[in-house]
Nanobody, 122 residues
Framework: QVQLVESGGGLVQAGGSLRLSCAASGRTFTIDAMGWFRQAPGKNREFVAG????????NYADSVKGRFTISRDNAKNTVYLQMNSLKSEDTAVYYC???????????????WGRGTQVTVSS
């Protein structure tokens, strides 16, 4: 069992920056992929960014490429999302996710945080 706790959300003006953190605890030994999803009002949850445990495989949604950067510190079981040049359309609840390689396929997720609100004002 893995628990994920996000932090760093808040209110920021358009063009500003925000850094989200997500710390994993519990049985983290076989966690592979970690990533971020978001859900805006009236929309489905969408993939934002993901990173393999080795850091060798990283991908981003087209909407955030060039603006967001995902990274992780395996020693701390923590994944980060640096968000720059924020836009109003980035407003959403951001969810941390992790995948156990013994339970799900590579690059997929089966644990979820409770979410943190990011609001970008124009």
């Amino acid at each position: 069992q893995v628990q994920l706790v996000e932090s760093g959300g808040g209110l920021v003006q358009a063009g500003g920056s925000l850094r989200l953190s997500c710390a994993a605890s519990g049985r983290t030994f076989t966690i592979d992929a970690m990533g971020w999803f978001r859900q805006a009002p009236g929309k489905n949850r969408e993939f934002v960014a993901g990173i393999q445990r080795s850091g060798g495989s990283i991908n981003y949604a087209d909407s955030v490429k060039g603006r967001f950067t995902i990274s992780r510190d395996n020693a701390k079981n923590t994944v980060y999302l640096q968000m720059n040049s924020l836009k109003s359309e980035d407003t959403a609840v951001y969810y941390c996710a992790a995948g156990d390689r013994l339970r799900v396929g590579p690059g997929t997720y089966d644990y979820w945080g409770r979410g943190t609100q990011v609001t970008v004002s124009s």
